[in-house]
């Protein structure tokens, strides 16, 4: 992806979507581009996590519990995001992700995610109005 084309995905991506455009250029500057294919597991529950995944192309599911007691929670899809729980609050990651065809990524690895944070109080503000968003969305559900 060139970088305007970033910009424009990031834009479109919950997580982003009430940043402004020039947020949204700092963002794509340390996004990278992953690519994986099926069936690959990108990480299991309790495992240390250090990358948010904003999925481009493809769809993953999430699992809960191990071995047997493994269930699908979730699946989800292009401009949907994973793994900021982990990123943002240290703890060890709360599901299994598995591409469930070849997938494409943007990652934002921790130390970055960080550095932004504190850096970019507009982009701080976003994230966490639309993490906000989502656990309002969450709590509907229950």
């Known amino acids: 992806m060139i970088p ?22 700092v963002i794509s500057k340390i ?5 994986y294919l099926a069936k690959r597991v990108l990480f299991q529950e309790g495992d240390y996590g250090d990358k948010l995944f904003v999925i481009i192309s493809g769809s993953v599911d999430l699992f809960r519990g191990i071995g047997e007691e493994k269930k699908k929670i979730l699946t989800l899809r292009a401009k949907d995001f994973f793994g900021e ?3 943002f609050d240290g703890e060890l990651r709360s599901a299994t992700v598995a591409c469930q065809e070849n997938c494409r ?30 656990l309002r969305e969450s709590n509907k559900k229950i």
């Open 85 to 87: 729980m982990a990123v």
């Open 31 to 35: 996004a990278r581009e992953e690519e």
């Open 4 to 25: 305007l084309e970033k910009i424009l995905f990031l834009n479109k991506v919950p997580l982003f979507s009430s940043l402004r455009a020039e947020d949204l250029y």
């Open 105 to 134: 990524f943007l990652v934002l690895e921790k130390e970055e995610v960080t550095e932004l944070i504190y850096r970019y109080p507009d982009i701080s503000f976003g994230i966490i109005k639309a993490l906000c968003s989502r």
